[in-house]
């Protein structure tokens, strides 16, 4: 097989891949809440599933991408679909049908594993492309979600009484199922050698390979636009529902909001290699400054609207713009202690935000609350302007201050 066609069927398969994943993220959003409510002996512990799976994504993604440097990116995929997905799904079913709460939290720590390995599949996507194609690989692995988005919630759904006699369990055996299936379609990734780690090859010292500009905007673009982007979305609901929502009109916003994450994955990459990165993280944080600012004018459903879409699209510019930005960074003997230290950082603040979001929303409200949210978007508008600054200094041109593939 040339080497043109080998991309493009691996990237297809990380695309699979990443649908099949975030049907199980979205399905446990949807429902593990409400599963939690009716096993928890302790309604105030309804959503301690849902933090237990953020918990385990927090814990295994720097283990994963130190395993992945290791056994490389199928066998580690592999494994994380495994331990993670089939076992977290069938013990969360397991849970339901004993009506066992903890053994439930334990069911979606697993589920947390899944996740710490599958966010890697937007790296992997670097790693199968060509320096020209790097950026729209990442942005369709990315695009997944947009498919993900209407799967899940039918599948939490549709699903739900798939087994009579264990009510709500049905999508987390689906979930299982379709962990499975993403197995088999991993077996096909083949990443080129160009992409995997070879023997003796040595890394640079981390702090070294952290101490570029480049790597530090790529973190902070990345973690605080993810966190501040988990932290109102999690307000979202519970300001909805202070102002009069239903649960229909709730659901709705949400969805859009989905849509605003990762239906722009299908341009995003192309934007990135025509402009630049750093136009395109500039770009969203802007979007997010600009959803901020329309939440504070008003609180109608078309005020919820306008800023939860704003949201998600500027979201997406960051956390792509982010992830190619610092897959410029490090070579391969390098990626997984820099790419494990990146999602470590990451989902730790996305996790610590996820928990301040209620308390929160309770002391500021949501118009200050959003306010709020543009002092960590200045710091990353500030952040890619010294990126931009030193490579003028420098007189370094690069995936930073240039159009991909262009000098």
């Not at 020209?132 to 947009?146: L, T």
């Not at 699209?313 to 820099?338: D, I, M, P, Q």
């Amino acid at each position: 097989m040339d080497s043109y066609r080998l991309e493009k069927r691996n990237v297809a398969v990380l695309v699979i891949s990443q649908i099949l994943f975030m049907v199980a993220s979205i399905t446990v959003m949807t429902l593990s809440g409400v599963v939690g409510q009716a096993l928890s002996p302790d309604p105030d512990l309804a959503t301690l599933p849902i933090a237990a799976m953020m918990v385990g994504t927090v814990f295994s993604t720097l283990p994963a991408s130190l395993l992945m440097k290791r056994v490389g990116r199928r066998s580690g995929f592999i494994t994380g679909a495994s331990l993670g997905g089939v076992a977290g799904g069938l013990l969360s079913f397991a849970a339901i049908a004993v009506g066992s709460f903890w053994l439930f939290c334990v069911g979606s720590l697993l589920l947390g594993l899944y996740q710490g390995f599958a966010m890697y599949y937007r790296f992997a996507a670097a790693d199968v492309a060509s320096p020209a194609f790097r950026s729209r690989a990442i942005s369709y692995v990315m695009a997944g979600g947009v498919v993900a988005a209407f799967l899940g919630p039918w599948s939490a759904s549709s699903t739900i009484n798939l087994i009579a006699r264990v009510p709500m369990g049905g999508p987390y055996l689906v979930i299982a199922l379709l962990a499975l299936l993403a197995i088999t379609v991993l077996t096909r990734l083949q990443v080129p050698a160009r992409g995997e780690p070879q023997p003796g090859e040595v890394g640079r010292p981390l702090a070294r390979v952290a101490a570029q500009p480049a790597f530090l905007v790529a973190l902070t673009a990345g973690a605080v636009g993810y966190a501040v982007m988990a932290l109102v979305m999690t307000a979202t609901p519970l300001a909805m529902r202070a102002s009069g929502f239903d649960m229909g009109q709730v659901a709705f916003i949400m969805q859009w909001h989905v849509l605003g994450m990762f239906a722009p994955s299908f341009v995003t990459g192309g934007l990135i290699a025509r402009f630049g990165v750093s136009r395109i993280l500039l770009s969203g944080s802007a979007l997010l400054a600009l959803s901020a600012l329309t939440a504070t004018l008003g609180d109608s459903l078309g005020h919820y609207w306008c800023a939860l879409v704003l949201l998600g699209v500027g979201w997406n510019f960051l956390f792509v713009g982010a992830s190619t930005l610092l897959a410029s960074v490090h070579t391969e003997a390098e990626r997984g202690k820099v790419q494990g230290v990146n999602d470590l950082a990451i989902f730790t603040l996305v996790a610590m935000g996820s928990l301040m979001s209620g308390s929160l929303l309770h002391q500021l409200g949501w118009q200050r609350l959003n306010m709020t949210m543009l002092v960590p978007v200045a710091l990353v508008i500030l952040a890619v302007l010294w990126l931009r600054l030193s490579r003028r200094v420098s007189g370094a041109v690069g995936v930073g201050d240039a159009p991909m593939g262009k000098s």
